[in-house]
């Protein structure tokens, strides 16, 4: 069984930044994807970024051009750099991992962007 325990989230204001990381409890193998989704009160959880373990990245719509993900593949870690944040990305941030063909989840970090 893999954890992914994440860290990071927190009360930040609009136009600022925050940094959210995600590691395996797991090393020794590389998961296929990493990545992140959110879901914001009365919303469905939906995807924000993922990367493969080769390096290519999917980004949502709404986060591209302000948010970054990184992974560590020895480490098995992800990592999502988010810039030029707005109220609307007021979430709690899952991070996602898949092996083969099970899918993981975090506990979830609350991200509360508000002045």
């Known amino acids: 069984q893999v954890q992914l325990v994440e860290s990071g989230g927190g009360l930040v204001q609009p136009g600022g930044s925050l940094r959210l990381s995600c590691a395996a409890s797991?090393?020794?193998?590389?998961?296929?994807?990493m990545g992140w989704y959110r879901q914001a009160p009365g919303k469905q959880r939906e995807l924000v970024a993922v990367?493969?373990?080769?390096?290519?990245?999917n980004y949502a719509d709404s986060v591209k051009g302000r948010f970054t993900i990184s992974r560590d593949n020895a480490k098995n870690t992800v990592d999502l750099h988010m810039n030029m944040l707005k109220p609307e990305d007021t979430a709690v941030y899952y991070c996602?991992?898949?092996?083969?063909?099970?899918?993981?989840w975090g506990q979830g970090t609350q991200v509360t962007v508000s002045s």
């Open positions: 996602y991992a898949r092996y083969r063909i099970t899918d993981y």
């Open positions: 990367i493969s373990s080769g390096g290519i990245t």
């Open positions: 797991r090393s020794g193998f590389i998961m296929n994807a």
